[in-house]
């Protein structure tokens, strides 16, 4: 099949559009601008190149650094143990958890015991782990783009009769005009996201680090999707709906390291209000209502992509359920044992500090 012919398949019209609507109904003009999908490819790109620039560049040294040093934020690694190329392969593949038998067979190549083996393996695994003073520059760093993106929602969407009636969402759908504000609304997010996706491999390697960047892939997907839709009005709330409950957990992860877990436990609790307001009551009862029960009945038309997004909508639900589960759990422990811990560990390895594991 040729590159043409493949194309016209993907962007079949009676997959994408609902039923008597082609392409040509939706074709730029002076009076009507659709969202054209090769911006999502594009623009940004080259956001996401801005973004790496300021963050490494001028946001971490002259900035977020300087906060960290005067709140005694500590930039200690650990002395990693002498190279050694086969156990230096282990630790790739299993980090410091290395199967008993894998242990085994590099003590007796090697001519060592298996506690050696071991305590080489947690001293790496100290050694890869990203310091304070880095962790700290990371979470300032999302805390900042949340924030901000968070305000330019509400001030783009103030406008917007969607924001007070969702129904506009589908009134007049697909021929919604896409106003300049909502188009940058959409870029800044997927700029984001792959200046995230691009830097990931660069970043020392943590528990979650395949989590990560399986929601940085699923994220820019999900909202590249829903712009060659034009669902872009009722993506705009989704955005909104989602940013706003993870800064006071940034930040609260950020006083942690700072020492200061009076400020650490108010914000979990300012986090955890908005989480439960916003990603199972506001996502749910509002956004979800609309998709699964009033659009098909505004709109009168049922068609494949309604439902595929509609999937994706409620499989995102899902993985706030799962969320919502981890988080209520930290709560019944910090009920039983006083102390917050994150949901994910922001730690690269589960190894204990203070073992004496450095390789003479």
Known sequence: MSWTGLSQWF????????????????????HFIYPNFYDVWTYPLGFALFFIALRYL???????????NFYGVKNTQARPPPFNTTLNGIFRQYRSHA???????????????????????RQQALAARTTDLGKFCGLAWEALYYTLYCIMGLVVLWDKPWLWDIRHCWYGFPR?????????????PLG????????????HRRKDSDQLFVHHVLTIMLISFSWACNFVRIGTLVLVVHECADIPMLVAKMCKLCGRRDLMDNLFVVFLLLWLSTRTGLYPLWILRSTLFEAHVILGLWYPVYYIFNGML??????????????????????????????????????????EAVIK
């Open 11 to 30: 962007w079949s019209e009676d997959v994408w559009l609902p039923p008597f609507y082609t392409w040509d109904d939706l074709v730029h003009s002076r």
């Open 58 to 68: 001028v946001l971490t040294p002259y900035v977020f650094t300087p906060i960290a």
């Open 99 to 121: 199967p008993v038998e894998v242990v085994s067979k590099a003590a007796q190549s090697l001519g060592w015991t298996e506690r050696q083996v071991e305590r080489w393996l």
């Open 176 to 188: 919604h005009n896409l106003d300049a504000d909502v188009w940058w609304y959409y870029m800044v």
């Open 192 to 203: 984001f996201y792959w200046s995230m996706t691009i830097t990931h491999s660069f970043q």
């Open 314 to 355: 409620l499989l995102l639900m899902l993985i706030h359920l799962g969320w919502t589960f981890l988080i209520l759990r930290i709560v019944v422990r910090k009920l039983r044992n006083n102390q917050i811990d994150d949901v994910r560990s922001s730690t690269d390895d589960s190894v204990q500090e203070n073992d």
